[in-house]
């Protein structure tokens, strides 16, 4: 596609559920991050993968956030056990370049509602 | 740990004249800062990036300035239109190793005409 593609949009899970989001960079892309951005706030970085390495997972809140991108294209965040306070969009972002020379594409985002 | 400030929640100005946005950070030295707009449901986009070494950047009706000295970017959208309004983030590297972009709670910026 022509732009980094993120599924689904809306999620509504009831507290305790698994979640899953999926991100689809820009193809050849080989930086992807993930970042949360709660209302009113600006995003907040959660992981960044170079290829299919996970180089940094620093701002995963807790253990119950997990991130993969097995070939290095896909990538899958899933959230275990959610939490209310999970409630927020998480953009996925993709760059041409290793590591952060350049701009980012971003998403529109996946709104996660925790009930 | 470091920190970015933009000056205010909200900017509202009138057609037609400039605004000017303000990005101030600490506790880093930052080898470039880059400017997003963000317009409601939808995800940031790339404006501007501006090295350390680059006092000033241009780009069509926009302008940034960067003074390493001051911690501050200041960003500039010449000429406002309505269809400006929008939210502007800035984000900078976190620690120069390219793996974490930070981002400050942004400006939302209203164009009335």
């Known amino acids: 596609g022509a732009g980094v593609s993120q599924s689904p949009r809306y999620k509504v899970a009831k507290r305790g559920q698994d979640v899953a989001l999926r991100c689809d960079p820009i193809s050849g892309h080989v930086s992807l991050f993930w970042y949360q951005q709660a209302l009113g706030q600006g995003p907040e970085f959660l992981t960044y993968?170079?290829?299919?390495?996970?180089?940094?997972k620093s701002g995963l809140p807790s253990d119950r956030f997990f991130a993969e991108r097995p070939e290095g294209s896909v990538s899958t965040l899933k959230i275990q056990r959610t939490q209310q306070e999970d409630s927020a969009v998480y953009l996925c972002a993709s760059s041409f370049r290793d590591r952060l020379t350049g701009e980012l594409f971003f998403g529109e985002g996946s709104r996660l509602t925790v009930l | 740990s470091q920190k970015i400030e933009q000056n205010s929640e909200a900017l509202n100005i009138q057609e037609g004249k400039t605004a000017t946005l303000t990005c101030n950070y600490t506790n880093y030295s930052p080898a470039y800062l880059q400017w997003y707009r963000q317009d409601p449901g939808r995800g940031p986009v790339f404006l501007l990036l501006i090295r350390e070494n680059e006092k000033e950047k241009r780009k069509e009706r926009l302008k940034v300035t960067f003074d390493t000295t001051l911690k501050q970017s200041l960003f500039h959208i010449t000429a406002s239109q309505p269809a400006d309004s929008a939210t502007y983030l800035c984000a900078l590297d976190r620690n120069q190793a390219g793996t974490a972009l930070i981002f400050g709670k942004g400006t939302t910026l209203s164009v009335s005409s």
């Open positions: 993968f170079q290829n299919e390495a996970q180089l940094d």
